[in-house]
């Protein structure tokens, strides 16, 4: 099995010129219910049409991965759940604060009879799932952009002397384009919220695993690559464990970021007791000094040991307007 660094948001974020090779990415289209409902689960779909594949080639290229940020409202939709057909691992990765949503071939994406090459030449598609948590919310807004696809042969695969000369050798093609697609939302009678767990994305990609090609010759000389064992990864856990206001009852659930709290006018500030769920955490309480001050809102930013941030918001309801 070869292994090899892959800087992939680098490819993911920025834009690429397209190589002049006959392949690129056609469009690039989302499907989604007209409307949803709070507390609700749904699924939007994403295409890519991917022309210009050389199918009757041994050696042409054909698709390693393929990708896109993807944009929302985090106050408003909880994302639980990414997913493809069997051909691909996919997975929500997170850099710069940008979400990522990206698909690696697998041994049945590799071995796919659509390619001569044994490498996936074709379309592709991916589930993201979601539920609507803001009973407040008129609409919600997905954002798709910047498709990536990343193109190997198998003579390249063969060829590679170590992990950085493979990553040299993948050729990407990205389409600078963003798409969105804006759902109304409707109210649930009940208000009860479907208990999905919040999809937690990953940090950075930095290594992908390619099942072995066999060689096209009687005696496989492919080289083989050392491993390196790598760095302690800095922790990007920015969860709190608990949560809870003296006199009040939240109901905290750490992948919910949002609280509504009914209380009387003469209350401006709380008592908030929380525990970070990674000691190597920190968080900062914003607007618990003076709530009305801060537009009825108590912030909550919980930073990782990698600087990625969580923020809760408790957002307090009084009964007449302040």
Do not use: Q
Not at 170 to 175: D, G, N, R, S, Y
């Amino acid at each position: 099995m070869k292994k090899f660094i892959l800087l992939i948001f680098s490819v993911i974020l920025i834009s690429f010129p397209n190589k002049l090779k006959g392949i690129e990415i056609d469009s690039f289209t989302i499907e989604s219910p007209d409307k949803v409902v709070v507390g609700k689960s749904f699924t939007v779909t994403f295409n890519m049409t991917i022309s210009g594949f050389n199918k009757n080639d041994l050696n042409a290229d054909g698709m390693i991965l393929a990708g896109h940020i993807i944009d929302y409202d985090a106050d408003i939709l909880n994302l639980f759940d990414v997913s493809s057909d069997k051909l691909w691992d996919t997975e929500l990765y997170i850099e710069n604060n940008e979400k990522i949503i990206l698909s690696v071939a697998n041994e049945n994406g590799l071995y796919k009879d659509t390619c001569k090459n044994n490498l996936y030449c074709g379309n592709y598609s991916v589930k993201a799932s979601f539920v609507v948590r803001d009973t407040d919310a008129s609409s919600v807004t997905i954002t798709y952009s910047n498709p990536t696809i990343g193109l190997l042969n198998i003579e390249k695969i063969l060829s590679a002397s170590n992990d950085e000369d493979l990553f040299d050798k993948i050729e990407e093609i990205t389409k600078d384009i963003s798409y969105s697609k804006t759902i109304n939302v409707e109210k649930y009678s009940t208000n009860e919220i479907e208990d999905k767990e919040e999809l937690t994305p990953k940090p950075p990609l930095e290594s992908l695993d390619i099942p072995s090609i066999p060689s096209t010759n009687e005696e496989d000389t492919t080289p083989t690559t050392p491993v390196t064992p790598s760095e302690p990864k800095k922790s990007y856990n920015n969860y709190l464990s608990s949560l809870t206001i003296t006199g009040y009852n939240i109901d905290f659930n750490k992948y919910k970021n949002k609280y509504y709290l009914n209380l009387p006018n003469d209350i401006n500030s709380l008592e908030i007791n929380l525990t970070l769920e990674d000691a190597k955490s920190t968080y900062e309480i914003i607007g618990n000094n003076d709530i009305k001050g801060n537009n009825n809102e108590i912030t909550i930013n919980v930073t990782a040991e990698d600087g990625t941030i969580n923020t809760y918001k408790i957002k307090a309801l009084y009964k007449n307007k302040i």
